[in-house]
């Protein structure tokens, strides 16, 4: 399994209960596929450099996580699917 860092930015206009139940989502599937995850940080609110689906504020999420290689391309494309998600980027650490 490698180690990999997850940058993701929601719209602004969710609730917190909503950001939650998008959260919990991400981690579930990520632990349903034999992964581990080691960080979640919050990093609040914060305005966008331009405008991402004519939205100008975002909410951004750090997550660590540790996965098969294989399985990275599908939690990718969760990220990409849902529509509260405007930008993604996973890297490998």
């Not at 930015?9 to 990520?30: G, P």
């Not at 331009?50 to 294989?70: H, M, N, R, V």
């Amino acid at each position: 399994m490698n180690n990999y860092e997850s940058v993701f930015i929601v719209k602004a206009a969710l609730d917190s209960t909503a950001q939650e139940k998008l959260l919990e989502e991400i981690k579930n599937t990520i632990t349903k596929n034999n992964g581990e995850i080691t960080q979640v940080q919050p990093w609040g609110k914060k305005k966008l450099a331009y405008l991402i689906e004519k939205q100008s504020d975002g909410i951004y999420y750090f997550l660590e996580f540790k996965l098969i290689p294989a399985l990275v391309k599908k939690i990718d494309n969760l990220f990409k699917l849902n529509e509260s998600i405007l930008r993604v980027m996973i890297i490998r650490k």
